[in-house]
Nanobody
Framework: QVQLVESGGGLVQTGGSLRLSCAAS????????MGWFRQAPGKEREFVAQ????????NYAGSVKGRFAISTDTAKNTVYLQMSELKPDDTAVYYC????????????????WGQGTQVTVSS
């Protein structure tokens, strides 16, 4: 079992930036993928970005491509999500999770989940 802890959320104005972190501990492995998801009130959890622990095989949801950047630091067992040009529609709880398949975009394809961190973008 992998334990995941997200941090870095907060309140930001439209056009601002935030960097989210996801620290992994426990039975971590280098052969898998990490993903970021988000869930706004009343909406389904949606895919944001995915990366292999080696830093490659990156893919993004169309709604964030060009504005968000996912990265890893294997020495710290941490995955980051750098978010720029934030919009009110980006307001959600953001979660990180583990997966074994490239281009996995459905929540059911992810195994371990963090507790989430709230991101609020004011207009």
């Amino acid at each position: 079992q992998v334990q995941l802890v997200e941090s870095g959320g907060g309140l930001v104005q439209t056009g601002g930036s935030l960097r989210l972190s996801c620290a992994a501990s426990g039975r971590t492995y280098s052969g898998g993928y990490m993903g970021w998801f988000r869930q706004a009130p009343g909406k389904e959890r949606e895919f944001v970005a995915q990366i292999h622990w080696n830093g490659g095989f990156i893919n993004y949801a169309g709604s964030v491509k060009g504005r968000f950047a996912i990265s890893t630091d294997t020495a710290k067992n941490t995955v980051y999500l750098q978010m720029s040009e934030l919009k009110p529609d980006d307001t959600a709880v953001y979660y990180c999770a583990t997966a074994q398949r490239f281009r996995a975009r459905a929540p059911a394809e992810y195994k371990d989940w963090g507790q989430g961190t709230q991101v609020t973008v004011s207009s």
